[in-house]
């Protein structure tokens, strides 16, 4: 057999359930740009239409190669956004501000998991959701833990959460700001620090002046910059944790190849000045392979499962939003930063 013939018969299962959540990606974000709403979320419900495909039939195995390579893909490319020097205009200051807030914010999810008596992983999940890039964190987040049955229920919930908040704070969060009486550079420190999905961000930032989107857009970057850092952390702590949080294959690698492609190109785009078309390119790359991902696990879940999870879910995304505010706010009137 010719390795074109091997590449055939290892491709060939997959082509359905690629092709399935590829065109349900492709239908999201022409209604995403059509309407003006977030892209991740029609990816999500209209994948869950597609549940019964998941059950039995040919898609199932593309379904699942979707869900976990074509999302951990998407999430190392993430990296071609990030350059060292555009994060340094934060400051040590604003940068020690930024770290405490992602600590507390995910501090917060292991607080309020118990009260509602949701796990560990769920608390992780929503914490860094909210701490760090919305749904682009909970899913490299969900890469990495030891997963359960309830794993993939917990990580579109999460999705569905922080994209429907980022929306609401898009709109309220800079009204909120101007009525504290914040400037227009605190505004966008603000709302880069508190919004949790990049588009909202850039978003809400630019809503207020140019500079304010700057400000906003550098102040997101660096959140975003912190995803590898929790990652890491994350999979440090699973590995010393003992018996009961290791995968199937054995243990969860330090630095998974999804995490290695991510720092690879943060390194490279702060040694070197690319083009800023190929940046654009690969940034598009990724995000189509996130919103396939987002398809792909909205597939695999069904409607009931997903109404199942109880008001305690939603409770604790939105304490996590709330300490988020809170804490911002409070930094920026005591600290004074800019």
């Not at 999905?197 to 700057?214: I, L, N, Y």
């Not at 857009?217 to 009961?244: H, N």
Request: aromatic share 6%; charged share 10%.
């Amino acid at each position: 057999m010719t390795r074109i013939d091997q590449l055939r018969s290892w491709g060939a299962p997959l082509l359905p359930g690629l092709m399935l959540a590829a065109t349900i990606a492709a239908a999201s974000a022409f209604l995403g740009a059509h309407y003006g709403a977030p892209v991740m979320l029609f990816a999500l419900l209209l994948g869950m239409a597609f549940n019964f495909l998941h059950e039995e039939g040919p898609c199932r195995a593309g379904v699942e190669f979707g869900a976990k390579f074509i999302l951990r893909l998407g999430v190392g490319l993430l990296g071609i956004r990030i350059a060292m020097d555009d994060i340094a205009q934060i400051g040590l200051v604003g940068a020690g501000v930024l770290v405490g807030l992602i600590a507390l914010t995910i501090g917060t999810g292991f607080l309020a998991a118990p009260l509602f008596r949701r796990q560990w992983r769920f608390a992780l999940l929503t914490g860094g959701a909210v701490a760090i890039c919305g749904a682009s964190a909970a899913l490299a987040i969900a890469a990495v833990i030891p997963p359960n049955e309830k794993t993939e229920r917990n990580t579109l919930f999460t999705v569905m959460a922080v994209t429907a908040l980022s929306t609401v704070a898009m709109v309220a969060y800079p009204l909120l700001f101007q009525k504290l009486g914040f400037s227009e550079l605190q505004q966008g420190f603000l709302i880069g620090a508190t919004i949790h999905d990049v588009a909202q961000v850039v978003g809400a930032g630019f809503s207020v002046s140019d500079a304010a989107g700057e400000m906003a857009t550098i102040t997101k970057l660096f959140r975003v910059a912190m995803l590898p850092i929790v990652l890491i952390a994350i999979v440090l702590v699973l590995r010393v944790a003992g018996p009961g949080q290791e995968t199937t294959k054995g243990k969860i690698p330090l630095l998974p190849w999804f995490m290695v492609l991510f720092l690879a190109l943060v390194g490279l785009g702060s040694a070197v000045e690319l083009p800023a078309a190929l940046v654009a390119q690969v940034d598009t790359v990724s995000r189509a392979c996130l919103i396939t991902a987002i398809a792909a696990l909205g597939v695999k879940t069904s409607l009931k499962a997903l109404t199942a999870v109880g008001g305690g879910h939603l409770a604790i995304v939105v304490i996590e939003t709330v300490v988020l505010l809170a804490l911002a706010v409070g930094a920026l009137l005591l600290l004074d930063l800019i």
